[in-house]
């Protein structure tokens, strides 16, 4: 069993509509939450960053973390087509500074 | 956010060759950085610890012979590929800490390696 598994998709949804983005992770160890998105033949950019549980929002994008379920989401609202990317999730635990990732969604937006 | 550079972005060798790519934090000095590997559609793979003035830290599998990691100054990583094979084509990422946080991570543009 993979330690982050994450849908790989397609998701395929219309502009405007909001999307939800999920991982799951075995090891309880994980402190640290992120989601990349990456764009085809790029290096992958950081969108959000959250510590424990809880959520963070910034802008359209919502980061929630849910330890005791061991299941992070990412929420996009207002989706655009320039959204269409693989979003990756990634995780770390306190003391490891190397992120573990999910396999990636690709997330198609259709104007 | 930081920002982090990779050279060359592209590159074509020939099998049996050497290919060097270089890792800069442009804005931020990096102590450590994070070298990657992303093969078509799939997931990055961590492949080792870059450290300024030590020795990097492989994953297990990952032959440290063939992956030649020198982390020369706080904003310089290199990864040389030596002898390269087909099979060492791929997708190259490096990362490094914003320095706020080693968990906030920042990722270079990549470099794409075909090797003939």
């Known amino acids: 069993q993979k330690e982050v598994e994450q849908d790989p998709g397609p998701l395929s949804v219309p502009e405007g509509a909001i999307v939800s983005l999920n991982c799951t992770y075995s090891?309880?160890?994980?402190?640290?939450f992120m989601w990349y998105r990456q764009y085809s033949r790029k290096g992958p950019e950081l969108l959000m960053y959250?510590?424990?549980?809880g959520n963070k929002e910034d802008g359209r994008f919502t980061a929630q973390v849910d330890k005791s379920s061991k299941y992070i989401s990412l929420f996009i609202r207002d989706s655009q087509p320039s959204d269409s990317a693989t979003y990756l999730c990634a995780m770390s635990a306190t003391g490891r500074r190397a992120l573990t990732f999910g396999s990636g969604t690709r997330l198609q937006v259709q104007p | 956010g930081a920002v982090v550079s990779q050279h060359p972005s592209w590159v074509i060798c020939k099998s049996g060759t050497s290919v060097k790519i270089e890792c800069r934090s442009l804005d931020f000095q990096a102590t450590t950085m994070f070298w990657y590997r992303q093969f078509p559609k799939q997931s990055l793979m961590l492949m080792a610890t870059?450290?300024?003035?030590?020795?990097?830290?492989?994953e297990q599998g990952v032959e440290k012979d063939k992956f030649l990691i020198n982390h020369a100054s706080l904003t310089l990583s290199t990864l040389t590929v030596t002898s390269a094979h087909p099979e060492d084509s791929s997708f190259y990422i490096c990362?490094?800490?914003?320095?706020?946080?080693?968990?906030?991570?920042?990722f270079g543009p990549g470099t794409r390696l075909t090797v003939l």
């Open positions: 959250t510590y424990s549980s």
């Open positions: 870059s450290n300024e003035g030590s020795k990097a830290t492989y």
């Open positions: 990362s490094a800490p914003s320095g706020y946080s080693y968990n906030e991570q920042f």
């Open positions: 090891n309880s160890a994980f402190q640290y």
